[in-house]
């Protein structure tokens, strides 16, 4: 079967069986096409809430898959590629969290999305990249322990000067890897870009860029910018999909640590098994876990308004 031919097939069956596939905007230009809804990790949240099919098929990593599941619980979710999953979403478990929580005990406790369900049942409330900053504010208490991305938490209180932060030493093992050298050096190389960056970076990249926000956030900003050139500071499949949407416009990547094979794991054939029902995984979660993190997620969505 040829990629289109493959891709007809999919949406044909996802019509015939009731089914939204949604898919992070990291995933390949094949399955961006078959999507009902491309995102970040908050604009997925919310859709999957939204929309009425009872099927979702979640083309990401397993996070995404359980956030869908813990809003939707009444719905089959499915992730196609069962191996996909985030490596900082392992970082921190219950026990380890405990135990920090233990250390700051008036401290409310804020998750980064890249958790687990059952991390996120033990906290006070979840953020993506999107709204942390947002949530944060929001929150009525003044201290905040964030786990478990400290990059992204710096971030934050950087914006929140008035708020006290306590955080875990965990973080996206690619974001991470970023130097403030290679900023320069891209600079250097491509002297009319703007530097776009995830918050997932260390402080000392974020600070040297001209734009800071989520994937879809990133996108939105070349899009709209009459600038040029832009250097690209978070997974490299961004650099493709902005080069392909603004033919007009230069991207350059800024760091080749830059590339998570774990969303590149997904394929267009494993959307097709998946809806087949020849493969994928249906996510099923502890019901108790599932209210704490629905609890958790429900209240990040309403503090962003
Ligand atoms: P976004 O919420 O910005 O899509 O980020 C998810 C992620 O895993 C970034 O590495
Ligand atoms: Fe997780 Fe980093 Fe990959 Fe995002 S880029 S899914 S945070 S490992």
Redesign the pocket.
């Known amino acids: 079967m040829t990629v289109k031919e493959l891709q007809e097939e999919i949406l044909r069956l996802k019509a015939e069986k009731d089914i939204c596939i949604l898919a992070?905007?990291?995933q390949s230009q094949p399955i961006l096409e078959v999507a009902d809804y491309i995102?970040?990790?908050?604009g997925l949240s919310v859709q999957a809430s939204k929309d009425k099919r009872q099927n979702i098929l979640m083309c990401g990593?397993r996070f995404m898959a359980e956030t869908c599941k813990v809003l939707c619980p009444e719905k089959r979710v499915y992730l196609p590629n069962p191996e996909a999953g985030?490596p900082?979403a392992e970082q921190l478990d219950p026990e380890g969290l405990a135990a920090l929580k233990a250390q700051y005990p008036d401290y409310a406790v804020v998750v980064y999305?890249?958790t687990t369900s059952a991390l996120k049942a033990q906290a006070d409330v979840c953020v993506?990249?999107?709204c942390a900053v947002q949530v944060c504010r929001a929150i009525e208490n003044d201290k905040i322990l964030f786990v478990p991305d400290p990059n992204l938490g710096q971030y934050v209180a950087g914006q929140l000067p008035d708020k006290q932060f306590a955080f875990y030493q965990g973080g996206?093992p690619?974001?991470m890897q970023v130097t403030p050298d290679e900023v320069a050096r891209a600079k250097a190389a491509h002297p009319n870009a703007l530097v776009l960056v995830?918050p997932?970076c260390r402080g000392p990249v974020t600070d040297m860029a001209d734009y800071v926000?989520?994937?879809?956030?990133i996108m939105a900003y070349a899009q709209q910018s009459p600038a040029q050139e832009f250097i690209i500071g978070?997974?490299i499949s961004i650099v493709e999909h902005l080069q392909y949407q603004c033919p007009d416009k230069r991207f350059y990547p800024l760091s080749a640590s830059l590339t998570?094979a774990n969303?590149r794991l997904t394929t267009l054939m494993d959307v097709y098994h998946c809806i087949r029902g020849t493969g994928g995984e249906q996510i099923v979660l502890p019901e108790e876990e599932m209210a704490g993190a629905g609890r958790c997620i429900r209240r990040m969505i309403a503090l962003n308004g």
Do not use: Q, R
Request: aromatic letters at 6%; proline letters at 0%; hydrophobic letters at 20%.
């Open positions: 992070h905007a990291y995102g970040d990790s908050y990593v985030c900082m999305v890249n993506t990249s999107a996206c690619h974001h995830h997932e926000g989520s994937t879809t956030g978070t997974e998570c969303m």
